[in-house]
């Protein structure tokens, strides 16, 4: 794995879970860093997000992330956004670097204060793996439900030398729409300013991120934030750099995106749901939302059941507007449905062994405007039910 330049990590077993196991990290720049960041349109914003934003509002350099698993510190009032600073402040002690300079996040149980005797002691252990624990580990300590962790690199060449990415986050369920239970932090070695950074990051989390749904529901800590500390020596300076650095980046957060809806609670499917021919990116959202969310396409794509009507419904309650007539149903390349009609012959023969993919492909034309769109949508299955009735056993 190419790691950017000038980054440490760090993770130790805090027991904010359950004893052994990781769930408190931290990544390290050498340097203070351009920093931006992405966050969660819940009305009920965590602890560790009002601070970030607050943190990132005027555009200040950051030297690293501090995140715990276990706990959310969300819904925790004047208390928990309390302890969140002093989390930074035991951490600035430890890791030596300024608590104003430490963006925080949470994961885990909504409404839980923190139990600031396991921080302080933890803080030490912390300290010691860091530079000796590998982004791996860093990565693992942000689990909740998650299976399997979730990385992603990316590197490319300018006339200067080579830039590098590495993304990791977690996430598998209360995914959408805008992000999720989903935390993803990015560091990249590129010098770049703090502006283009910000609408870099902006741009491709949109077309990314902001682009799955697992269940429908959003959280109150999602956040993507990334660093840029210019420690490979190549500056950011023209279109052409910009475009390359945006493609990299944007291939980075297109591959965590997908990792968390095929790592969906319980999920064995992936639909890539595309829609096109819609008067507007907006109606075309309304279309790909519907189908993504419902729990009879879901439940039908987690039994390989060919059972293209509920698509059709979906699109038809979804709010946009088309003609009924227009639409065009295809699903893993097989034309399904047009004019208001099935297409002839045995579709559940045809489709049958598209089903049974992990990937699947339904595209849903619905007109000749310029609006379309991509979802990644998970399936919704037994285990999905289980774990979630027993999140907090």
């Known amino acids: 794995m190419k790691i950017p330049a000038g980054y440490l990590f ?15 990290g931290a990544i390290v720049s050498e340097v203070p860093a351009v920093a931006a960041g992405v966050f969660t349109t819940n009305k009920f914003k965590a602890a560790p997000v009002l601070q970030c934003k607050e943190m990132l509002a005027d555009g200040r350099k950051m030297s690293g992330f501090l995140v715990n698993s276990g706990q959310a510190n969300a819904c925790t009032g004047d208390q928990g956004r309390a302890n969140c600073r002093e989390t930074l402040n035991l951490a600035a002690s430890h890791l030596g670097v300024p608590a104003d300079e430490i963006l925080p996040a949470s994961t885990g149980v909504i409404g839980a204060q923190f139990d600031m005797a ?3 002691a933890a803080m030490p252990a912390l300290a010691g793996t860091l530079g000796q624990a590998g982004p791996e580990d860093t990565a693992r300590a942000i689990m909740t439900t998650d299976t399997v962790h979730k990385l992603a690199e990316a590197s490319f060449e300018l006339k200067n030398g080579e830039v590098r990415l590495l993304g990791m986050c977690k996430g598998a369920g209360m995914i959408s729409p805008n ?46 934030m990334a660093l840029a500390n210019g ?39 992936v639909a890539f749901i595309e829609v096109s021919g819609a008067k507007s990116d907006e109606d075309a959202e309304k ?34 507007d088309f003609k009924p007539e227009a639409l065009v149903l295809k699903i893993g390349g ?60």
């Open 179 to 224: 992000m999720a239970t989903m935390l993803s932090f990015i560091v990249c070695d590129a010098d770049i300013s703090a502006e283009a950074w910000q609408v870099m990051l902006t741009d491709c989390v949109n077309l990314t991120i902001n682009r799955v749904t697992v269940d429908g529901d959003m959280s109150t800590n999602d956040c993507v």
């Open 10 to 24: 760090a993770a130790t077993a805090a027991s904010f879970k359950k004893p052994g196991k990781l769930d408190l």
């Open 118 to 120: 396991k921080w302080e």
């Open 287 to 320: 279309v790909a939302r519907a189908v993504g969310n419902s729990p009879l396409v879901k439940t039908a794509l987690f039994g390989s059941d060919p059972n293209w009507g509920r698509i059709i419904c979906a699109a038809g309650y979804s709010g946009a």
């Open 231 to 269: 420690r490979s020596g190549v500056a950011i300076e023209s279109e052409e750099d910009y475009i390359l650095l945006r493609k990299h980046l944007l291939s980075v957060l297109e591959e965590l995106a997908y990792k968390i809806v095929m790592d969906a609670e319980g999920g064995t499917k």
């Open 334 to 393: 097989v034309l399904v449905f047009r004019n208001g009609t099935p297409e002839p012959g045995d579709m559940d023969g045809l489709l049958g062994p598209i089903m049974k993919e992990r990937d699947i492909v339904i595209h849903i034309d619905v007109g000749d405007g310029p609006g379309s769109t991509m979802l990644l949508a998970s399936d919704l299955t037994r285990d999905y039910i289980s774990i979630n009735a027993d999140y907090r056993s």
